[in-house]
């Protein structure tokens, strides 16, 4: 992984196309919330197969507590789009057969000439696309389990969340003055609060 991507850094805001042929944004999938990113080797392999089976439970939590999953693979869109049906995900699957990002992360798996993929990855991000943790795949084993990543989750939303533990008084107090803007979803959005510091 290029020695710029670590925890408190901003990852690149990479445009692929989606199993539906669309093109999407990173910072459009992952709006104002905590977002996993799942760099595959594709659909080929079993691994990522059987990791992918593991996040379709995790997926169903992390869409009622506001976080985004997204899985990027250097398979086309026709192979993303058997792949996501295949494991029977739900989340945005997207296409990078050019290796765009193998190159520019420099993740290329040398081991692997014959499928060329790019070494896994799973990568936690804050709002604004902040790398929170990085998980290097290679070896089965080093994907992070589905109880580390709704661990890593809990410490990305406490610290995006103005309003996560609401038992504070003056969070009480802004509530009943009528002030929301610390209240998610009611005024200013989260973005803008983190942005304002």
Known sequence: MRSDIVSGAVFPDYELSDHTGKRRKLSELQ????????L????FCPKDRRQHEGLLQLYREMEVGY??????????????HEFRSGVGAHWPFLSDPRR??????????????VHNPM???VIVLEPGL???KLYNGYWFFGRPTVEELRQDLREVCKKSWPDW???????????????KDMFFPYGKSIAQTLADG
């Not at 709006?31 to 799942?38: C, G, N, S, T």
Request: charged letters at 20%; aromatic letters at 6%.
């Open 31 to 38: 709006a104002i919330y905590p977002m996993v990113l799942v």
């Open 40 to 43: 595959s080797r594709g659909s």
């Open 67 to 80: 976080c985004r999953l997204v899985t990027i693979s250097t398979d086309t869109i026709a192979e993303a």
């Open 100 to 113: 765009t990002i193998q190159q520019d992360l420099e993740i290329a798996e040398y081991t692997d000439p």
């Open 119 to 121: 070494i896994p990855h």
């Open 130 to 132: 902040v790398v929170y």
């Open 165 to 179: 533990d609401i038992t504070q008084p003056e969070l009480r107090s802004a509530w009943q003055e009528g002030r």
